[in-house]
């Protein structure tokens, strides 16, 4: 009877361990695919949003702006990169910068906002310029306020900025893009500041590049 009772605990250690084997084998499997779909998904989003906001350009990366985009991203995080009436920009994140074959860029970037990251597509021309902006992720803002961020007729107050410019929010609505100034969002100050922020440092390392 010992010896049997040892089998069958033997016989069910083994098969526990079959059952949690197949298990964990099942879950990598189906967290592989997931991830798989999912960056194919966040993959084509960008590609639309880079289509967005540079119409009708192709896109590629250069390694010389990878390489200056790193070290720009290392003094931005380390609170060396500042606009010019002193904002800070730490929290700032550009992911990515590829070059448009008509000159220019489009760019990944984020800004810190009320619940979160903010994150944005730009389209800037060959003179610096802001030629397209697309929220592509505000889902952390509070909504019906923070995100209201994703209005085209929100950020399309960025367009024609250039690099040359130190852009601000102001709430009396008296902004322009001549004086580099936005309308804040009603009832959302820190979610427009997030996106301007990430606008300025986006600018100053396109000007860094000249």
Not at 45 to 73: H, N, T
Not at 76 to 98: C, F, N, P, R, W
Request: charged share 25%; net charge negative.
């Amino acid at each position: 009877m010992e010896n049997k009772g040892k089998s069958t605990l033997v016989h069910d250690t083994i098969c526990l361990f079959v059952i949690t084997l197949v298990a964990g084998i099942l879950l990598g499997g189906v967290y592989f695919i997931t991830e798989s779909i999912i960056e194919k998904r966040n993959e084509d989003a960008k590609i639309e949003a880079y289509g967005a906001v540079y119409k009708d350009a192709k896109f590629s990366s250069d390694k010389e702006v990878d390489q200056k985009l790193k070290e720009f991203q290392k003094n931005l995080e380390g609170g060396k990169v500042k606009t010019a009436s002193g904002q800070d920009l730490s929290d700032v994140i550009i992911e990515e910068v590829m070059v448009a074959d008509k000159g220019g860029y489009v760019v990944t970037c984020s800004g810190k906002g009320y619940g979160g990251a903010v994150k944005l597509a730009l389209g800037i021309d060959g003179d610096g310029k802001i030629i397209g902006i697309q929220i592509t992720d505000c889902t952390n803002e509070t909504p019906g306020l923070g995100q209201n961020a994703s209005s085209a007729d929100w950020n399309k107050q960025y367009i024609g900025m250039t690099a040359e410019q130190d852009v601000n929010v102001v709430k009396d609505g008296s902004g322009s893009a001549e004086s580099a100034t936005v309308n804040a969002i009603s009832g959302a100050t820190i979610t427009s500041s997030a996106v301007t922020r990430a606008v300025d440092g986006v600018l100053l390392f396109i000007a860094s590049l000249k």
